[in-house]
């Protein structure tokens, strides 16, 4: 029931308290957890748009090519460290970075990889596209097919006292 | 994390799906259950005008008072139903009747009770007018303040496999 959790991260302070529930989850028989970032191809577009302005002698693709290498780097370093904090709990884990619409991407691994569960933050940190359109949370919850546990943030009152 | 968990139900599929988890999250370290079932006020104002038609010659705050009355009595029986299901868990249980605006009453539960978790179905069977104005789960987690695990109907795609 809780074998196989996917944790989709945005590395907001509402996505580390979630990971505590996937380490709580081992008791009920969590084995595996993948650790999912989905960088928002709205947002890598912003990012690609103010590069080609501050460097406008690069060609467009080049600059586009490098804007994604870089992120994609970067959320698989930030994964790994959260690989680190799960480690001593001995879960079979995988990592995975991708570019998308985040909610799409998080409910497309969960069917493909047969997860029982998700576990996610209740508010993440907003990129610039989502703050127009609505949470990533809400759109899983509406669209996906798996339970999902929204865990809510640490400095939320009650939260933190139970 | 998973200690005392308020079990929200409308009696429906998928709150019903929901009741399995609660029973897995034992291994977790869950030893408290609270089952509430709130009656939605303004259903019970609906059902209030049907019987006034249907018995004109009662006084209307008798009708109020019997409506109420038969509600609250099902209500419970049907609480006791499942926490039959769960008797040889040997979780400490409380049985909560209510009338009100669902989500309210639900976050005010949690709140009052210090829950460590809420643990309820996607899909209720919506009442009149929560089919006007949202689902009771969507509040519940915008305004509620902790952590919820939502489970989604047992007929529904994939979610029966894991």
New interface residues.
């Given amino acids: ?4 959790i996917l944790y989709p991260t945005d590395f907001s302070a509402s996505a580390e308290e979630a990971l ?2 996937v380490k ?2 081992k ?3 969590t084995e595996e957890v993948i650790l999912l970032h989905v960088y928002d191809e709205r947002d890598v577009d912003v990012q690609w748009e103010v590069e080609a302005q501050i460097h406008p002698e690069e060609p467009l693709e080049k600059s586009r090519h490098d804007v994604l290498k870089r992120m994609l780097e970067n959320g698989f370093d930030r994964l790994k460290e959260l690989e680190k904090e799960i480690t001593h709990f001995s879960f079979k884990t995988e990592l995975i970075v991708e570019v998308g619409i985040p909610y799409q991407k998080i409910i497309q691994a969960a ?1 493909n990889l ?3 569960l998700i576990v996610m933050g ?1 508010h993440g940190e907003h990129g610039f596209v989502e703050k127009l359109f609505g949470s990533t ?2 759109r899983v ?1 509406a669209h ?9 943030p640490k400095n ?4 933190s ?2």
């Fill in positions: 029931m809780f074998r196989k505590e529930y709580k989850l008791e009920a028989g069917d047969h997860v029982s209740s949370t809400g919850l996906g097919n798996v339970p999902v546990l929204v865990v809510k939320h009152p009650n939260s006292t139970h």
